[in-house]
């Protein structure tokens, strides 16, 4: 739950900056399947010039199963994303993908390094119409940082708790053990008491008696 918390997180930041920059250069493809060349060159001019550029290792736009733009060229034959994703993009959701240390297999000069995959829908201007599902994978060490500090102040919080709740037990454990044991002994007093008075009173009777 925590490193789905913290990439959706990231990936709503991902994908506001991408849907900013990004939605009014693909307007075109509200009514064809391709993008003109000049809108291709000013995203490819975007991506490289984006502050986001040095974690973004590729990005992508989908039209159900094919894709009309990618960065880098040699994506073109990248499979495409899962039907549970296109179809959460396609109702307005916004989808990550944190795969922690996880060889990211377009970029291999990356090597062994957790990536954030985030799918977003891209809309027509001025109506909620899905047109295009974006793809970004991002390097995501930071955020693999912060999710695994997160998870480990989780698990002292519940060794925590555990641990309270242990002593709790064992507390109560002791004071029952206590109290059980004077009851014993206040059992065993009120019994030697009560063979005392059936003593005391079988006397009476005998001095009444004679």
Not at 10 to 34: F, G, R
Not at 43 to 58: A, M, N, P, Y
Not at 99 to 126: F, K, M, N, S, W
Not at 150 to 168: E, N
Request: hydrophobic residues 45%; contains cysteine.
């Amino acid at each position: 739950h925590i490193e789905a918390a913290f990439a959706q997180k990231a990936a709503a930041t991902t994908a506001l900056y991408m849907d900013s920059a990004v939605e009014p250069l693909v307007q075109e493809l509200a009514a064809k399947p391709s993008l003109s060349s000049e809108n291709r060159k000013a995203l490819e001019r975007l991506l490289s010039s984006l502050s986001l550029g040095k974690t973004i290792v590729s990005f992508s736009i989908w039209i159900g199963n094919d894709i009309v733009f990618s960065s880098p060229q040699n994506l073109a034959d990248r499979r495409s994303p899962p039907a549970d994703i296109q179809d959460r993009a396609l109702r307005g959701e916004v989808v990550a993908n944190f795969t922690a240390d996880t060889v990211d297999p377009t970029q291999a000069r990356h090597g062994h390094v957790p990536v954030l995959e985030v799918y977003a829908p891209i809309r027509q201007t001025g109506s909620s119409r899905v047109i295009a599902l974006a793809s970004t994978s991002e390097l995501a060490v930071a955020l693999n940082r912060e999710t695994r500090a997160a998870q480990y102040a989780s698990y002292v919080v519940i060794a925590s708790a555990a641990i309270a709740l242990v002593v709790v037990l064992f507390n109560l454990t002791r004071r029952l053990q206590t109290r059980i044991g004077e009851l014993s002994r206040q059992g065993v007093a009120d019994e030697q008491f009560r063979q005392r008075l059936c003593a005391a009173n079988g006397r009476v009777f005998e001095i009444n008696e004679r």
